[in-house]
C-alpha cells in the first residue's frame, strides 16, 4: 500500500479518517493518532502527495492531543488560509503541493518560531532516518 516519496497515493487507498482529514479538513479525535508518541528521527511528509512537511527536530510535546512542531521544512511546504469555523479565528494549514488539510498553526508555541503547528496524524506519513520504514497515520 505505501508508495515510493513524493509519488501521489490514490485517495481510494486512504482509510476513512484520513479521507476525513485530509480531503474534508476534519480533526481527529485528540490523542488517537498513530504519530503522536512517535519520537524516532525522520521526516513527516503529506500522506497524500509524499511532499516533506516537518523534520523531526521541529516535534515538541504540546500535550494537546495531535503532533506539533515549532516549524515546517521550509516556508514553500505549507499553505496558510484563514479559518473562521466553529466561531474562532484560526489559521489552516494545508500542504502547499496537493492542497490536503493538515491542521491549524498556533502562536503559543515553543521558540526559536514561538509557533505550534498541530497537525492530524491522519494526514502524515512518516519516514524513518534509520531504517528507510514508512508509517502512515
Known amino acids: 500500500m ?6 501521489p497515493i490514490d485517495i481510494s487507498e486512504l482509510n476513512e479518517m484520513q479521507r476525513y482529514v485530509t480531503q474534508q479538513a476534519g480533526t481527529e ?6 504519530l503522536l508518541h512517535n519520537r524516532k528521527d ?3 511528509e503529506c500522506l497524500c502527495c509524499g511532499s516533506p512537511l516537518f523534520m523531526s527536530e521541529s516535534k515538541f510535546d504540546a500535550g494537546c492531543g495531535w503532533p ?4 515546517p521544512v521550509n516556508e514553500e511546504a505549507i499553505k496558510y488560509i484563514e479559518d473562521f469555523s466553529h466561531g474562532m479565528h484560526r489559521i489552516e494549514v494545508r ?3 496537493c492542497n490536503a488539510h493538515l491542521g491549524h498553526v498556533f ?4 521558540q526559536p518560531t514561538g ?4 497537525i492530524n496524524s491522519a494526514s502524515l506519513s512518516f519516514i524513518d532516518d534509520d531504517n528507510g520504514e514508512k508509517t502512515r497515520g
Open 2 to 7: 505505501s508508495k515510493k516519496d513524493n509519488q
Open 29 to 34: 479525535p485528540p490523542f488517537s493518532g498513530q
Open 42 to 44: 525522520g521526516v513527516y
Open 68 to 71: 506539533s512542531f515549532y516549524q
Open 95 to 97: 500542504c502547499q503541493h
Open 107 to 110: 502562536p503559543d508555541g515553543p
Open 115 to 118: 509557533q505550534r503547528y498541530c
